[in-house]
Every structure is written in structure tokens, then in C-alpha cells.
């Protein structure tokens, strides 16, 4: 399985971004997919997840109420809906593939990764 994010890149505080994972497999229709961000010097973050049938999980309350998640399953992708962003959004944005139909915060419950995307907020 391979996943391909893209559609960072560097944006203005208050400005807004729409990132895009594709995965290479229609089998992952049948698995969580989750959003991930790291900061540099930062542990890895979960942002929020998705199940199978397209339920979010609860957002994480640094990006609550200004993210967005969404899934395609016919075109076997999931993007990210940022806006307001803010400096403190600055990181490399993962998308991964959940090991079960669910999506949890907890990066151990992914099994596969995507290469990583970098967003820029300037102030």
C-alpha cells in the first residue's frame, strides 16, 4: 500500500489549505484513515481520524472547529480541510492507513504511512 500526500505548501496566518492522500489500494475503503502532523522537535500529533464509512473521529482541540476531514473511497482518498491556520500549525502533515475499519489517535494503530507533506504558516 502506498499513500501519496500533497497540497502544502506555504500560506499566510488566516489563510486556508486542502490536503490530499491518495492510496494506492481500493482495499483501504475498508480501513481508518488518520491525519497526523509533527513539528519539528515535537512528538508526532494526531490531528483526526476517519472510519471506513466516513465518521470523523473528535478533532484534536488545537485544530477543533477549523479542520475538516473528508473521504472518497470511489477515488480512494482522504484530504484534510484546513482553515484559519494559524503559526503553531507549522509542521510535515502525514496521512496513514488505519489496521482496523476504525481510526484511533494512537499512531501504533496505523499500519501504513504517507511520505509526509510540509505547511508553512507565516505570520
Known amino acids: 500500500v502506498q499513500l501519496q500526500a500533497y497540497g502544502g505548501g506555504l500560506v499566510q496566518v488566516g489563510g486556508s489549505l486542502r490536503l490530499s492522500c491518495a492510496v494506492s489500494?481500493?482495499?483501504?475503503?475498508?480501513?481508518?484513515l488518520g491525519w497526523f502532523r509533527q513539528a519539528p522537535g515535537k512528538e508526532r500529533e494526531f490531528i483526526v481520524g476517519?472510519?471506513?464509512?466516513?465518521?470523523?473521529?473528535d478533532y484534536a482541540g488545537s485544530v477543533k472547529g477549523r479542520f475538516t476531514i473528508s473521504r472518497d473511497n470511489g477515488k480512494n482518498t482522504v484530504y484534510l480541510q484546513m482553515d484559519s491556520l494559524k503559526p503553531e500549525d507549522t509542521a510535515v502533515y502525514y496521512c496513514a492507513v488505519s489496521r482496523s475499519p476504525m481510526a484511533a489517535s494512537r499512531t501504533e494503530s496505523y499500519q501504513y504511512w504517507g511520505q509526509g507533506t510540509q505547511v508553512t504558516v507565516s505570520s
Open positions: 489500494r481500493r482495499t483501504a475503503s475498508n480501513n481508518g
Open positions: 476517519v472510519s471506513w464509512r466516513g465518521v470523523p473521529t
